[in-house]
């Protein structure tokens, strides 16, 4: 204000009003005028959305009606399939309906209900019970949301569930067994489970190496890899999908199974998938590799996040026969061992104080666990003679050093392993 317009005194309300309406707002073409991006003013234009409710709020009425279908759900699991004086047909009739009407009234609001921290847990419990048809038409309505559910607390739990029970749907599918209503006209266009996996693929593959250190996308990733490729199911007993959290979290919530009668599910080493699922995980794979340097990888190995996830890669890249590739992730993880070896194979390289720090890190032990069981046999006989022979007395002692020497146990040949008996009796 110009000094000859100031006045002495206290300013009247209606002085500081008339004030206040005669400034205009700050346009964005003025703040680049001054040097300022428009989009220092933007950021504060557009702060409605709420990063633990990406899709809006739910209703409280939905909320409600999602319980009592809990409840019902909690009810019918616990007193199994016959009820007295109700035939089975009829008792299934019954919870078909009731099932079907919550469908029904979950059409549209997945995504919402996904990332709901009271009804993710109650869509967990309704994927049990859906059918093969049912699993698909709910994972129809997630494409385009994948990632954002990927990321979320209470959304990737969903997707884990539908990748853990999906993989029975896309095993059926392989071997020709659809859903009877398939041949209905209004799901006649429905995409099978194996094309929406696709599709799912194409949505996470571009983003992949960021979520291979994220707290919660990290276990969608290596579960989606493991529906791609079944045989890397062995993995599960030795690396947790689920955090610890997660798990207490989900067996406070008592049995998770379906209401009605179904076959029970084949192993998982008997499950079959279609060919091109090689190549989707494959993609997966190299997406990553190209992301990373050989240092960022080795730097994950410690990541408590994200050595899990590197687990399954190598076992990945073991079953894609890719391992024996120089540059290949579990050469960058050896620290060019592998393309040494094939350069000059008699030579013997010299020690790593990083593999040496990977063999006694609580966290990047279990990688190097991983390592141990799929490396070719070459390289192995050169990381043995020098990390493990000649060391065993101290290595066998050590509070995690120990895992890794009894996996090394399990590989040793005729030759190497007299020698290891002498020296662990000494």
Known sequence: MPRENR????RKKNDIQEDLDEKEPVKLKELEDEGQPSWIETGHLNETSDPDAPFGLCDPDIKAYFRSVENQLKEWQDLGIEKENVSEEDSNLERRMFFSAALTEMQGKECMLATDPDCAVILERMIYSMDDLARRIFMNNLIGSVVELAKHRFGSHVLETLFELGASTVSRE??????TAQALPQFADQPTMSNLVAQFCKEITPTSPALVNEQFASHVLQRLITLLVPSLDFLREKTSFRSKRSA???SKQGSLKSVFEAAPDLPDTTRKTPPEFLSLAKEILNCIKEKFSASEIRALAADQVACPT?????ALESALGLTNKPDSLMDRILVGMISGYSVTPESIPPPSDYLATLLRDATASHLLETVVQHMPDGPFSQLWRVYFSGKLHR????PVANFVV???FERLNNNDFPEAVQEMEK
């Open 395 to 398: 290595l066998a002692i050590h």
């Open 7 to 10: 006045r002495r005194g206290k």
């Open 248 to 250: 207490g979290y989900k």
């Open 406 to 408: 009894a996996n090394t």
């Open 174 to 179: 392989t071997q020709g067994i659809l859903p």
């Open 310 to 314: 590197l687990r399954i890669l190598v």
